[in-house]
């Protein structure tokens, strides 16, 4: 059977993929890594379970739920046949299945180390053994506003993952960053990113501990002016947003120099921004809303209350 054949059925569904993919094979070579068609966000009817991902020379399908067999299938037929001649390598992550296993139809895994988040100079090292690979694509208003902030200053990343805010930061300018995170792992990642792009790693520290028990530890490096705040919505024995993010949010006051700010993030469908706002309210009044940071183009919502939030707070 034929492409063509394969998806003339389904070409009314089919069709903003389909031009998500030409509009890829328009771009040039070496382009950043972005996100190239966001179902999740509802907008396309019949394909709310897939996003696409161009890291190149990896395309990325994610696969969220089950989806039906014949629109899948044309799915992986149109990736076949508008794949870039530059991307060497076509991957699929089943989330909808146990362990959310990558499935290679082009290249394998073996080839991982070299595939890199790409954001103009800087690169980020991508891990396919983990469920989330490493460089959240969203996160790119928060980045664009820390390059603003980060010459000569000092910054707390909590929840640093791979610490790519950190890299961010060291790249534009900041004297000095903590990173912490209770994954060791996923600073050991951050400590290569930081090699990856050449950095003085003098100036970039890594604590791989617990933020909820260690506050005395972090209240003698402040005060901070920049704190990252973005933790996870849900990690079952870590981190809860409903009862944990206020724990957080009453201590920044504290650890924030008197002109310093705090990018504020949360990535939850189901909380609002005015849950975010309600928080720093009641645990941190001597916190105000500075500005709400828009969301990312690429990342397209029917309710814009279910995007990521990035809230900007600085003291009264």
């Given at each position: 059977m034929t492409h063509k054949a394969m998806i003339e059925p389904q070409s009314?569904?089919?069709?903003?993929?389909?031009?998500?993919?030409?509009?890829?094979?328009?771009?040039?070579?070496?382009?950043?890594?972005?996100?190239?068609?966001?179902?999740?966000?509802?907008?396309?009817?019949?394909?709310?379970?897939?996003?696409?991902?161009?890291?190149?020379?990896?395309?990325?399908?994610?696969?969220?739920?089950?989806?039906?067999?014949?629109?899948?299938q044309s799915i992986l037929a149109l990736l076949e046949e508008y794949l870039p001649s530059h991307f060497s390598h076509l991957a699929i992550q089943r989330?909808?299945?146990?362990?959310?296993?990558?499935?290679?139809?082009?290249?394998?895994?073996?080839?991982?180390?070299?595939?890199?988040?790409?954001?103009?100079?800087?690169?980020?090292?991508?891990?396919?053994?983990?469920?989330?690979?490493?460089?959240?694509?969203?996160m790119e208003p928060g980045r664009q506003w820390l390059e603003q902030?980060?010459?000569?200053?000092?910054?707390?990343?909590?929840?640093?993952?791979?610490?790519?805010?950190?890299?961010?930061?060291?790249?534009?300018?900041a004297t000095s960053v903590v990173n912490i995170d209770l994954s060791r792992r996923s600073l050991t990642t951050g400590r290569e990113n930081h090699r990856l792009n050449h950095h003085d790693t003098s100036k970039v520290q890594f604590w791989g501990v617990d933020i909820l028990k260690s506050w005395g530890k972090i209240k003698r490096g402040a005060p901070y002016d920049v704190i990252i705040l973005d933790p996870p919505s849900f990690q079952r024995g870590s981190f809860v947003a409903t009862?944990?993010?206020?724990?957080?949010?009453?201590?920044?006051?504290?650890?924030?120099s008197p002109k310093g700010q705090i990018l504020a993030c949360l990535n939850a469908?189901?909380?609002d921004s005015?849950?975010?706002?309600?928080?720093?309210?009641?645990?941190?009044?001597?916190?105000?809303?500075?500005?709400?940071?828009?969301?990312?183009e690429d990342f397209p919502d029917i309710n814009p209350e279910q995007q990521l939030k990035l809230q900007v707070y600085t003291l009264r």
């Open positions: 009314n569904t089919l069709k903003p993929f389909q031009d998500a993919l030409q509009a890829l094979l328009d771009k040039q070579q070496g382009s950043d890594s972005q996100r190239i068609f966001h179902g999740r966000g509802q907008c396309f009817e019949g394909l709310e379970w897939c996003v696409l991902d161009a890291f190149e020379p990896l395309l990325l399908l994610t696969v969220f739920n089950e989806p039906p067999d014949a629109l899948y989330r909808d299945q146990k362990d959310a296993p990558y499935i290679w139809l082009k290249g394998c895994a073996d080839d991982a180390p070299q595939i890199v988040a790409k954001r103009g100079l800087l690169r980020f090292l991508l891990d396919f053994k983990q469920q989330n690979c490493g460089f959240f694509l969203d902030y980060s010459q000569g200053a000092s910054v707390l990343n909590l929840f640093a993952y791979t610490c790519a805010f950190s890299v961010v930061a060291i790249e534009s300018g009862k944990d993010y206020q724990k957080v949010v009453r201590r920044l006051p504290d650890l924030l469908p189901e909380f005015q849950f975010l706002k309600g928080v720093f309210d009641e645990f941190a009044p001597a916190l105000r809303l500075e500005q709400s940071l828009e969301p990312s």
